[in-house]
C-alpha cells in the first residue's frame, strides 16, 4: 500500500463547477500535510497547508480527518487557470524524518 | 530573483558517464532536499541536509548517488555511471525549519528542476 494515495484522475469539469479531492495517508504518526499544485513540466508549488481545523483560502478549502486519515481538497467555482495537477502531501514525522511523501496526483483539466 | 535554482535544466548523457547537478536554495532556508520525479509520479525523496550535514538518505539513493552541501549554502548531487534507469526528473526543494504559534512548519519550495535523459 502507498504511504499517501490520490485517485490519479483526470477530473474534467466545466468552468465555474466546484471540485473536490480527496487523499488517504498510512501513517498515524503523521504531523504536517499539504497540497502542492504542479503544472504540466514544471516544479510543484505549495498551495496551502493542511490544518486540524480546516482551513480556507479564497475558493481553495482543505481539511483534515485524523481519524480517517484523510484529506480533502475543495475548489470552488474553477477556473480554466485551476487546470494542474494536485499533489497531496504527508509530512511523517514518525522517526524523526523531515522529507514530504507525496501522493501521485490528481489531475484537473478545467474545460471552457 | 530569490526562489530556488539549479543548474543545468537539462542534461542528456550516456550510459555510463557521471552527471552533476547544482542547487541553490533559497538564503535564508536552513534545509535542502532532493527529489526525483518520474512521469506520472509525485516527487520521491532522495535526501536532505540542514545547513551542512547530510541527515537522512532514501534507500532509493544506491551508491552511485552522492550529495554534498559543503559550506550549508548551494548543493550538488552527483550520479556516478547513470543508467537509463535514472532519466527523471531532479528536483531540489528548500525550507526554513522552525516554529510559529506553538505550530512547527515544513513548507518546503522547489526549484524548477534538472531532467535527466540518459541514452
Known amino acids: 500500500r502507498k504511504e499517501v494515495e490520490q485517485d490519479p484522475g483526470p477530473f474534467n469539469v466545466p468552468e465555474g463547477a466546484t471540485v473536490a479531492f480527496n487523499c488517504t495517508y498510512s501513517n498515524s504518526a503523521s504531523q504536517s500535510f499539504f497540497w502542492y499544485r504542479q503544472d504540466c513540466r514544471k516544479e510543484p508549488k505549495l498551495l496551502m497547508s493542511?490544518?486540524?481545523s480546516g482551513n480556507e483560502d479564497g475558493r481553495f478549502t482543505a481539511q483534515l480527518n485524523r481519524a480517517s486519515q484523510y484529506i480533502s481538497l475543495l475548489i470552488r467555482d474553477s477556473k480554466l487557470s485551476d487546470s494542474a495537477t494536485y499533489l497531496c502531501?504527508?509530512?511523517?514525522?514518525?522517526?524523526?524524518?523531515?522529507?514530504?511523501?507525496f501522493g501521485s496526483g490528481t489531475r484537473l483539466q478545467v474545460q471552457p | 530573483d530569490t526562489g530556488v535554482s539549479q543548474d543545468p535544466r537539462h542534461k542528456i548523457t550516456k550510459r555510463g558517464q557521471n552527471v552533476t547537478f547544482r542547487c541553490d536554495p533559497i538564503s535564508e532556508h536552513n534545509r535542502l532536499y532532493w527529489y526525483r520525479q518520474t512521469l506520472g509520479q509525485g516527487p520521491e525523496f532522495l535526501t536532505y541536509f540542514q545547513n551542512e550535514a547530510q541527515l537522512e538518505k532514501s534507500r532509493l539513493l544506491s551508491d552511485r548517488f552522492s550529495a554534498e552541501r559543503p559550506k550549508g549554502s548551494f548543493s550538488t548531487l552527483e550520479i556516478q555511471r547513470t543508467e537509463q534507469g535514472d532519466s527523471a526528473m531532479y528536483l531540489c526543494a528548500s525550507s526554513l525549519h522552525g516554529t510559529t504559534s506553538g505550530r512547527s512548519y515544513n513548507e518546503q519550495f522547489f526549484g524548477p528542476g534538472t531532467r535527466l535523459t540518459v541514452l
Open positions: 493542511v490544518y486540524s
Open positions: 502531501v504527508v509530512n511523517p514525522r514518525d522517526t524523526g524524518r523531515r522529507a514530504l511523501t
